[in-house]
């Protein structure tokens, strides 16, 4: 077999968690009577970290007062805590992909940029039967994808070798993490990005096509 372990990205990859995300952030701007956003535009802020996402849904004026963005931050934080599995679902296919994939001894990881707090949640929540060798999101003093780090961290975990692994997701910050820590990539259809102007990527439109490539 291929690939001995598959490095899943979260939202927008296994989990459609926009709609409690944008929820979210428009409940914190809300607070401050600042303009909201529609889901579809906060598909285009995701992806790049929480702090990254609350300076995107401020207005320009307002991005570089610190005070502002740690307040409608912490506000944030508090709301999609509480929140954070109202809307979010599985998408179709995913839940018999991963299924699969754990049945036929393939090593199953997660590289995420939302907070660890929150990934290691939905996890558990949405595949709690499922041993990943790691779940890994945003913490303290580790940087946030495309830096290669997250990457050799799972290796280094499951002791595979890179070109034994592949990483699945929907952006090009996903398919650059890959890139840059040395492994495949595929890029799949369903999520918040449009990868089809991206020259030489793999894309998947359905899970049933991923598992094909997967296990074939």
Do not use: C
Request: proline content about 5%.
């Amino acid at each position: 077999m291929k690939h001995k372990l598959v490095i899943f990205d979260l939202d927008g990859t296994l989990l459609n968690t926009i709609a409690d995300l944008s929820e979210a952030v428009n409940h914190a701007l809300r607070l401050r009577n600042l303009p909201l956003h529609s889901r579809e535009a906060y598909t285009k802020m995701v992806g790049h970290g929480i702090r990254n996402l609350i300076k995107q849904a401020l207005p320009d004026a307002l991005r570089d007062d610190e005070a502002t963005v740690q307040a409608v931050l912490a506000d944030f934080t508090a709301y999609y805590t509480a929140h954070i599995d109202v809307h979010t679902r599985l998408y179709p296919g995913i839940q018999e992909l991963v299924n699969a994939l754990h049945h036929n001894g393939v090593m199953l990881a997660v590289a995420s940029n939302k907070f660890q707090e929150g990934t290691e949640y939905l996890i558990k929540m949405f595949f709690p039967n499922i041993p990943f060798v790691a779940v890994l999101g945003n913490r303290p003093d580790f940087p946030l994808k495309p830096d290669p780090e997250i990457v050799g961290e799972v290796l280094r975990k499951s002791g595979v070798k890179k070109e034994e692994a592949v990483m699945i997701g929907d952006s090009p910050t996903d398919m650059k993490t890959a890139a840059n820590g040395g492994i495949e990539g595929i890029a799949v259809g369903w999520g918040y990005r449009n990868m089809r102007d991206i020259e030489g990527l793999t894309i998947v439109n359905s899970a049933e096509e991923l598992q094909q490539l997967l296990l074939p």
